[in-house]
């Protein structure tokens, strides 16, 4: 066993189902949480508006306060830091002596770049990374073919998975977690730290906008399971995952895929073919794995599908009738209004909005991509920008 290990916490923000918390716990006498705010993603994009914008912002603070909370409860805490997490994780697995880092396995290019350049540091001074992939329903070693192999839209994944799909039960949480006798925690950082202006939330719908954390996921699947599967009521969406909007919690991973899934199966027979909770989850982990295996191409203008012959406007006058509610359209205007005050928007709503940037104004797809990270509480990089793809007929293949 080893003495000690540094937990780096991602975007799995949550004690339940973590297996790479659980296994750091088991593997190690003494584990050290950490989470560091990276002020890169809260840097302004070439468009003049934050990658993260200010209620994404409020939303992870308020996660990382629950997840302190939640941790402080098993005898352990979390230590916060601001900067670049590649150079912070590093000195503190130096200067506490850890023999590994623990942490979850992103696929988005600029994490694996961070993730790349810790394993270098950490490899001069002799500590090991372990990367624990944690955030589809099933491992990419499970699925019944190399990514590849991936079949080119979601409607052929869904029937290639479907005499192999099977998900594992979620991990218990921890029951103790045990720190070195000394160590700082640092205090949580408020908007401002993060070059955020608190006045930035001024206008938003306060009882429509979600509260960050775990705990506060958890009560939601709870409340979903019983108003709804356990009462036998249908809830009127294709996407309930999005229009329940846990969507919000599963993006910082303070809630699992499989744990929903988990809680869902448990209350639906049928729940494979016939319910949409679990459709949803299933579509996200496409998205996952399209990402994985097209990269950089997702981000592109041309797409996935690499089509150079659709030419899009970059007209900076239309786009910003489209961000500030100034369209022809009163629908577009409203969901415009919408998603400045509540950081959501139902899944038909999206597409509409989408729609009409790309298909109706003909302006570059990926400028809509960048404003929805920035405003969306349950932004994801690979559904966003999978999602856009598709709307703009760069994605998937028929």
């Given at each position: 066993?080893?003495?000690?290990?540094?937990?780096?916490f991602?975007?799995?923000?949550?004690?339940?189902?973590?297996?790479?918390?659980?296994s750091?716990?088991?593997?190690?006498?003494?584990?050290?949480?950490?989470y560091?705010?990276d002020?890169r993603?809260?840097?302004?994009?070439?468009?003049?508006?934050?990658?993260?914008?200010?209620m994404?912002?409020?939303?992870?603070?308020?996660?990382?306060?629950?997840l302190?909370?939640?941790?402080?409860?098993?005898?352990?805490?979390?230590?916060?830091?601001?900067?670049?997490?590649?150079?912070?994780?590093?000195?503190?697995?130096?200067?506490f002596?850890?023999?590994?880092?623990?942490?979850?396995?992103?696929?988005a290019?600029e994490?694996?770049?961070?993730?790349?350049?810790?394993?270098?540091?950490?490899?001069?001074?002799?500590?090991?990374?372990?990367?624990f992939?944690?955030?589809?329903?099933?491992h990419?070693?499970?699925?019944?073919?190399?990514?590849?192999?991936?079949?080119?839209?979601?409607?052929?994944?869904?029937d290639?998975?479907?005499?192999?799909?099977?998900?594992?039960?979620?991990?218990?949480?921890?029951?103790k977690?045990?720190?070195?006798?000394?160590?700082?925690?640092?205090?949580?950082?408020?908007?401002?730290?993060?070059?955020?202006?608190?006045?930035?939330?001024?206008?938003?719908?306060?009882?429509?906008?979600?509260?960050?954390?775990?705990?506060?996921?958890?009560?939601?699947?709870?409340?979903?399971?019983?108003?709804?599967?356990k009462?036998?009521?249908?809830?009127?969406?294709?996407?309930?995952?999005?229009?329940?909007r846990?969507?919000?919690?599963?993006?910082?991973?303070c809630?699992?895929p499989?744990?929903?899934?988990?809680?869902?199966?448990?209350?639906?027979?049928?729940?494979?073919?016939d319910?949409?909770?679990v459709?949803?989850?299933?579509?996200r982990?496409?998205?996952?794995?399209?990402?994985?295996?097209?990269?950089?191409?997702?981000f592109?203008?041309?797409?996935?599908?690499?089509?150079?012959?659709?030419?899009?406007?970059?007209?900076?006058?239309?786009?910003?009738?489209?961000?500030?509610?100034?369209?022809?359209?009163?629908?577009?205007?409203?969901?415009?209004?919408?998603?400045?005050?509540?950081?959501?928007?139902?899944?038909?709503e999206?597409?509409?909005y989408?729609?009409?940037?790309?298909?109706?104004?003909g302006?570059?797809?990926?400028?809509?991509?960048m404003y929805?990270?920035?405003?969306?509480?349950?932004?994801?990089?690979?559904?966003?920008?999978?999602?856009?793809n598709?709307?703009?007929?760069?994605?998937?293949?028929?």
């Amino acid at each position: 066993m080893a003495q000690r290990i540094i937990y780096w916490f991602r975007n799995d923000l949550r004690l339940r189902d973590n297996e790479a918390l659980f296994s750091a716990v088991a593997s190690a006498s003494e584990v050290i949480p950490v989470y560091v705010f990276d002020p890169r993603q809260f840097e302004k994009t070439k468009l003049g508006f934050r990658r993260t914008g200010a209620m994404r912002g409020q939303f992870l603070i308020q996660s990382i306060v629950d997840l302190r909370n939640r941790l402080r409860e098993k005898g352990g805490d979390l230590l916060i830091r601001i900067g670049d997490p590649e150079k912070i994780i590093a000195q503190l697995a130096e200067d506490f002596n850890a023999e590994y880092v623990y942490t979850s396995k992103e696929i988005a290019p600029e994490e694996t770049r961070i993730e790349s350049s810790l394993s270098k540091k950490l490899k001069t001074v002799n500590i090991d990374i372990k990367l624990f992939w944690m955030d589809t329903l099933m491992h990419a070693t499970a699925l019944p073919f190399s990514i590849a192999k991936l079949p080119a839209n979601f409607s052929a994944f869904n029937d290639s998975i479907k005499g192999s799909f099977q998900v594992k039960e979620p991990f218990a949480e921890p029951e103790k977690i045990k720190l070195p006798d000394e160590y700082e925690a640092g205090p949580v950082p408020i908007l401002a730290q993060l070059g955020i202006d608190p006045n930035e939330l001024d206008g938003r719908e306060t009882r429509n906008v979600s509260l960050g954390g775990e705990s506060v996921a958890l009560n939601v699947l709870t409340n979903y399971v019983t108003d709804y599967l356990k009462a036998g009521k249908t809830y009127e969406t294709t996407d309930p995952l999005t229009d329940t909007r846990l969507s919000d919690w599963l993006s910082l991973g303070c809630i699992s895929p499989r744990y929903i899934y988990n809680e869902v199966t448990k209350s639906h027979a049928d729940a494979y073919q016939d319910h949409a909770m679990v459709a949803n989850l299933i579509s996200r982990d496409y998205f996952h794995w399209t990402l994985l295996r097209y990269g950089p191409r997702l981000f592109k203008p041309s797409g996935i599908k690499h089509n150079f012959l659709q030419r899009w406007q970059n007209d900076n006058a239309l786009y910003e009738q489209w961000t500030n509610g100034e369209t022809t359209d009163p629908t577009v205007n409203q969901l415009m209004t919408q998603l400045k005050a509540t950081g959501f928007l139902t899944s038909a709503e999206r597409t509409t909005y989408a729609n009409h940037l790309v298909n109706d104004l003909g302006i570059n797809w990926t400028w809509g991509a960048m404003y929805f990270e920035s405003h969306l509480m349950d932004y994801e990089v690979s559904v966003n920008w999978g999602r856009w793809n598709n709307i703009a007929g760069v994605g998937e293949v028929e």
